[in-house]
């Protein structure tokens, strides 16, 4: 390789080398603007993050600074901010729930390991091109499993903002458990918890509205509602302080290690290992999706393109990152790629300014949070996931297709009742399976000439001419194992009654693929066609499938003709209505 | 419900009532040769493959006489004998091998238990209309899977031709097992066993030109030829017999019990029913497959049509009564039916005499197989499936699919590595995964017109008129969610070089679904071609798909116009550049 091939490739696989020598002071002081925002907002989710993820609140510090470095060297998007997500942190718990006791040593290695395996895993895919694979989460699978995620994860909140013991993936052992413990209900804990509810949905709606009213200029009024969660923090904070609520048993956040993220090991042994792929394999599609499309909106608002595959390599050395030092599963996050969006970010070094300010908070401000009330963080959560809720996607998708809106009943039921991994792996079977159902029973048109034109079209959807020696066919399916037999089943029944039919033209412009099983079925029906005395011809086969069929018997056996279009296939048989054994090819 | 229609009703359910009316002296005549023909075949056949299921002799002859009569009532095929066949015994003695020992009564009860879920499995899939499901047994997988059983079979029979101990359901550990019994082979044996094969191969090939130079009547010499296993049996029976054989360690089939086929109650407790539920399943559905194309194959040299899902209940009917009456999972036999059809048999009356003449063999004939050696029946096994063996298929799939020929070697490698059901069950999923990776990166042209018509082809394989204002995209595939963003990306991609477009085309004729997804990935593609000043159309968008299109707010939202014909956008679009609002919709 010359030394330009080198520099090529390795732009292509650490993109920094490419924006990197074009860095102007401009991007800089923006840069950094956006990270200092990004950073208030991230340190209070952090922590709720790794509380919802059932980790130790460093960890979700810690899982937001080398992983957004990583990220920042190796991703194509200039404005995803990587770091713990709220679906990721659930799903997170709930894989490490079944391996390892919460709050126990094992259940923060395993932590590690699902980070590294999920690392692992999107690099794979990453450079064996596998980005396609996220396209098997169908828009409705994904919209129905992010509701389902939101109800499941704030429902799991409920308990720290009454002070109770509750536990469970799915939302009936959520809410019996909650139930069960009711009695245990702390006031003081709910009525800080409900205070800070209350103060972060008025923060979202009405705070913004009165600055400006206030006469505060937009960009400062945005900067304040971002900042309104640290808020929350401070004011709960100094409240269980000054009040000594926690000797009262308000639970607190205690004592947060003061330390940069340290070097950890995951546990890598075969049984671990074997016990968290799958759940590593769904969270690192459902995050690596969750991701692209945040890139990919953000990407189009400037004209931007970004790589999946490229995406893939970045989510997965930040997922690597973060298994070394403490953290746990990341991604792409919408609420913080947009603030940083928002905030003029306009290179990955934004990521890296936050990653420092993150790191700054880790070294000095963790013993100012040892009194922080988990209901707060539990509070900030609850604000943040619910407006992940959207059901319309029900009533659009019901008024659209029926299949899909199948698919999305589905995931959210199945979400809800057996728990994130079943809800979103039997949405994919479930669109998977109703496409090969749709497949496998194609609508087929009995098409005639449209007058005046070379269309041919429905005869009961349009005023067409038709000839009743000639019977065209067009099967609106590719023809393939699923449907091999039905084709063949329909001419014939077609033609058994009618006596007239002399021709039978199969309009295959909609046959994007013959595979093996059709071409015995197309063989077939040429040969019974053949006893009937019915000459069968072909038309407007396209290129690859004609390719495909010259390298087998079947346009020798073939009794009639292939016809380049569907028009001259009309011409010549409405006119010389004796089968004529001569062919021609299609290309 | 009026007396004409329960008639109907029960003619439909119940095909014996529409044939059996209009039954005359000579078709009773010709069904009753072609019985006596197809019963001399049965009987060491049955014996066989009760064998080869592990089961004991007589449990073939039952599973022969009840199943033939009921589906002679329910079945449509006239020509369809229905029995033990090779394929589903090996397929049991697989599925009951697992949950109970060779030899013991569990073993027996299994196999009844298995017949009667497979009827039930059928019976419920005709009931519910279901054959199509059938389909999903691609052409490649059934041929593939047929030949690595022929494969299995044969092997798993040698230990008798041997006279040693073996066992296993996968070649490697059949090949291993007799590796190391080798010692113990009987040398009597092999002689008896060896002489039995040459003799049946010699009859398949040799006897019939023979007979016919010695000019003996055709008809007569087809008998003969088939009546060749009879005479294996009757032979070496006498030699076991006349030199005391049996004392020097020759295997025999030994006592079988003198009698009608008995009244057994299957155990359908849950244990048994969940463990062989899913290999129950498998068995149907092979069956069903095998049964079907035969059925087929007979009907369409008749002129006669059959109807599958009416074909499901009298499998099921017949597989019910081979559980009730101690016998094992029963299905339309190719030799048999074959042997049947050229012996002349007109109605599936044939089979209800065949049926009789196995009871009475049962009754009366039992005694004299008392010497017949186990390697004569191994040996017309052996012959009878090594016909079944054919390699062709991984020739002609390689040449006409990859995708056709990899499911194929799968199916066979994995058939005899890892057994019948591991087998078959990968062989569909990978035709599927194959299928959907296929259509998730689909085809696209970029077509233009063929001077002097209004058709449109591909500008890399014709020579064609273009306009470099107008992009014409010809999608080769309908738009659902593997490939939903592929499109998006494509389009964007192709135009993102290229100034001088300013419409984009996409010509829908072989577009069958656009599902959700699609649908978002369009709206979003109008929205960005719309910032890029391009606007955007469809043509050739057929009844079904525009039906639904209708049913959202693409079609407001679209900046170009709906064409019923490719042409017509060619015409309005090449004249007059400027995007107009006005639409014109396809139906």
Known sequence: MTRTDILALAKRYVPVLDWGRSYTRDAFQNDLLAAVIVTIMLIPQSLAYALLAGLPPEAGLYASILPIVLYAIF???????????????????????????????GYAVAALTLAVLSGGILL?????????????????????????????????????????????HTL??????????????????IALGLGALGFLFWVRKGLKPLLLRMGVRPRLADIAQKAGPVGAVV???????????????????????QSLPPLTMPDLSADLVSALFVPALLISVIGFVESVSVA????????????????LIGLGAANLGAGFTGGYPVTGGFAR???????????????????????????????????????????TIIVAVLSLVDFSILKTSWGYSKADFAAVAATILLTLGMGVETGVTAGVLLSILL??????????AEVGLVPGTQHFRNIHRHAVDTDPAVLTIRIDESLYFPNARFLEDYVLNRVAGDKAVKHVVLMCSAVNVIDFSALEALEALNLRLKDMGITLHLSEVKGPVMDRLQRSHFLHDLTGRVFLAQFDAWVALTQAPAPEPERQAAE
Chains 1, 2 share one sequence.
């Open 75 to 105: 991703g194509t998007s200039r404005a995803l901010a990587v770091g713990p997500v709220a679906v990721v942190s659930l799903m997170t718990a709930a894989a490490i729930g079944q391996v390892a006791e919460q709050g126990t040593a």
């Open 124 to 168: 794979a895919m990453g450079l064996l091109k596998l980005g396609f694979l996220a396209n098997f989460l169908s828009h409705p699978v994904i919209a129905g499993f992010i509701t389902a995620s939101g109800i499941l994860i704030a429902a799991s909140q409920v308990r720290y903002i009454l002070g109770i013991d509750a536990h469970g």
């Open 172 to 189: 009936p052992e959520v809410l019996y458990t909650l139930n069960e413990n009711m009695n245990d209900a702390d006031p003081v804990t």
């Open 235 to 257: 004011v709960t904070t100094l409240i269980v302080w000054a009040f000594g609520l926690a000797e009262q048993g308000v639970a607190i956040v205690g004592a947060v290690p």
């Open 296 to 311: 990919q909106t953000l990407a189009a608002k400037k004209r931007q393109r970004i790589d999946p595959d490229q995406e």
């Open 337 to 379: 790629s947009v603030v940083n969006f928002d905030a003029g970010a306009e290179t990955p070094a934004a990521g890296a300014y936050t990653a420092v300010g993150l790191a700054i908070a880790a070294l000095a401000l963790t013993p100012l949070i040892f009194f922080l009330p988990k209901a707060t963080l539990a509070a």
């Open 435 to 444: 496409h090969l159902y749709k497949t496998s029973k194609p609508h087929v």
